[in-house]
């Protein structure tokens, strides 16, 4: 077809409107015209009247297209209802966005001056179309030669246009429109290595291309029976930094409906997903820009990206009262809560970057205890949630479950409450599995009856309301020592009965060592469940394993837990988090994470005296990065992060 030498260009930047006005100096003359005398003819290609913009990613921009000479166009008339010509066949004299069109044989002419005329006209050329009927195809399979190379975009385009209602002394300006869409992705990306060689596209309303018949008489189209498009690169096109162009010619419409984009990159594909608010009109262009990342990898996270993005001393952090005194890690929206026994003011972070952002104000927390705040940990929404005992209580004392959404709003207590004897302990630890916007578990260890019997003191979350206001999980008997608060537990998801991970220092009556467990329900018949131990790993070192977290991030399963110590010497092998994969429930993946006293040392100006530690994981909102915080009292606080891309 004449029309593949059809020049399309695509507008550069996001919101801008190319107008292609018609050029006086290029318009055929006016002149007097009289009866049966050739018809006259000048044609521009139209353009939309007003620019589409929408806020957010998506930017509408027009598709600018210029003749070549010598392309072939389809002409129709009728003189007041009567057809006069019929797929007559004229061609473009210039170059430009607007050309005068001569017949290539036989001409149209006025029929007299006393009729109207109506002209349809179509390019490129075909000779089997008719006046109902002029058939085109949008390829569903599309080739670009390169990057930001749209030259392949006309030969999937039909233009088309029309005039009515003229006479005798008018010369004829037919505005061509089109009848394609553009789609131009523009790909960038950080990461090296990323060789593209082809993207599909697909609109949920499974109409993107195909074969296609046009109806000049009122402009309307049908088919598009292709459910996507694949745009093929004729060599596999390197992405980096620099953006980089392709265009898709697809069917206009699709507004309210999802797109989904695959990109091949390295053999391997990566989903994009998008809904534009308005559709993209024929004429248009959108333009949606992509921050590549590399292809996932079936499951789990890359051990190879692992990153530590910062550490700090807590001393260097103003707002910390006490450095020794820190003791919880919290993540909110963005922000890293670092809660300190006692302050009423404690200090967040950047997450990312480890900056201080300001200080939370949680002064309207009361303890029984004179301590205002102990603990503080976060849900998986970012909620905050902080207990308020610290010690063994001398008389009964109420443990109150505070929360509040952000670091910017005042704590509240979430009617999370109960009375502890001076027989126990609770609190020094707790976890929250799920969100309580919705459905979760917290679990705090307490120990009772003479600090013999270890429990989890739990409440449920449903439905964002409490529901039950707190029951007892036995995890067995522990011989008392010295520490029998170090204890930390966390469920492995958000019913009652899900598996429970614990850590302590306290030995098992019946072992000789201090372990991480894995409890797993045998019998659910009754309200809290009972449980037994399935799995154990016991502590490489007699010190404190007194933290615990838990995450599911990319089909896998990972534990973390602190060891941490009160010495002022260092001590092999702690002072450190170990982490495993323990999607297959047991602790026979450990995870390579960061030495023992690295992030801690034993010595007199940073001695742990309360051996406080945590350690908390966050998962990116995307899905690819899993983020691990560690925390040692008196020492540092510091940010890994890990992928889960492929090799």
Request: negative net charge; proline residues 4%.
């Amino acid at each position: 077809m004449a029309m593949k030498n059809t020049k399309i260009i695509c507008c550069l930047a996001a919101f801008l409107m190319v107008a292609l006005a018609c050029n006086k100096n290029e318009e055929a003359p006016e002149r007097e015209i009289t009866q049966a005398e050739e018809v006259v003819f000048n044609a521009e290609i139209e353009h939309l009247a007003q620019p589409r913009t929408t806020t957010g990613t998506d930017a509408y921009g027009i598709l600018s297209t210029n003749w070549n000479a010598d392309d072939r166009i389809g002409l129709f008339a009728k003189a007041s209802g009567e057809n006069i010509a019929s797929n007559l066949q004229y061609k473009v004299l210039e170059s430009g966005p607007s050309s005068a069109f001569a017949p290539v044989s036989e001409p149209v002419s006025w029929k007299d001056g006393s009729a109207t005329h109506s002209f349809y006209a179509y390019c490129p050329y075909t000779e089997t179309a008719s006046l109902e009927s002029v058939p085109f195809t949008i390829p569903a399979v599309q080739t670009q030669s390169g990057a930001s190379d749209a030259s392949h975009i006309a030969s999937a385009d039909l233009l088309f246009a029309s005039a009515a209602d003229l006479t005798m002394s008018q010369t004829v300006r037919l505005a061509f429109k089109h009848s394609i869409a553009v789609l131009e992705i523009d790909l960038s990306t950080s990461f090296s290595d990323l060789s593209l060689s082809s993207i599909n596209a697909t609109f949920a309303d499974g109409k993107m291309a195909g074969d296609c018949i046009m109806n000049l008489s009122d402009g309307s189209i049908s088919g598009f029976s292709e459910s996507s498009v694949t745009l093929n690169l004729s060599s596999p096109v390197t992405l980096d930094e620099t953006v980089k162009k392709f265009y898709l010619a697809i069917a206009p419409g699709h507004a309210g409906q999802e797109l989904t984009l695959e990109l091949v990159i390295g053999g391997n594909s990566v989903i994009y997903k998008k809904t534009p608010s308005m559709g993209i009109l024929a004429g248009q262009k959108a333009v949606l820009p992509i921050s590549v990342t590399p292809p996932r990898r079936a499951s789990g996270i890359r051990e190879a990206g692992k990153t530590l993005l910062w550490s700090k001393n807590l001393s260097d952090i103003s707002g910390i009262s006490n450095p020794a005194n820190v003791n919880g890690l919290a993540f909110s929206k963005g922000n890293l809560l670092l809660s300190e026994v006692g302050n009423t003011a404690p200090v967040y972070l950047d997450a990312l970057t480890g900056v201080k952002k300001g200080t939370m104000d949680v002064s309207a927390m009361t303890s029984a205890q004179s301590n205002t705040n102990y603990y503080a940990t976060s849900d998986d929404t970012g909620n905050i949630l902080f207990c308020t005992l610290w010690k063994q209580p001398s008389s009964s004392v109420v443990e109150t479950i505070y929360k509040a959404a952000s670091v910017t709003e005042t704590p509240v207590s979430f009617n999370a409450t109960k009375t502890v004897s001076s027989k126990s302990i609770a609190g020094w630890k707790f976890s929250v599995s799920g969100s309580i916007d919705s459905n979760a578990i917290i679990s705090m260890p307490m120990f009772a009856d003479g600090y013999g019997t270890l429990y989890l003191l739990c409440w449920q979350v449903s439905g964002g309301k409490l529901i039950n206001g707190n029951w007892f999980t036995n995890l067995g008997t522990m011989t008392r020592s010295n520490y029998p608060t170090y204890s930390d537990a966390i469920y492995a998801g958000y019913g009652k009965y899900a598996d429970i991970f614990f850590t302590t220092f306290e030995k098992n009556s019946v072992d000789s060592n201090r372990y991480l467990y894995r409890y797993t329900c045998t019998d659910n018949s009754t309200s809290s469940g009972t449980f037994s131990v399935a799995e154990k790993i016991a502590n490489p070192v007699n010190v404190h394993e007194n933290a615990v977290d838990f995450i599911t991030f990319n089909n896998a399963s990972y534990v973390a837990t602190t060891i941490s110590h009160p010495f002022s010497y260092n001590v092999s092998g702690a002072n450190t988090v170990r982490m495993f994969d323990v999607t297959g429930g047991d602790f026979t993946k450990p995870v390579s994470l960061c030495g023992s006293n690295v992030f801690a040392l034993g010595s007199a100006s940073t001695q742990n005296v309360n051996s406080y530690a945590d350690v908390l994981f966050h998962k990116s909102d995307d899905g690819n990065y899993l983020y691990v915080y560690l925390l040692f009292a008196a020492n540092q606080v510091a940010c890994f992060r890990y992928d889960c891309f492929a090799d």
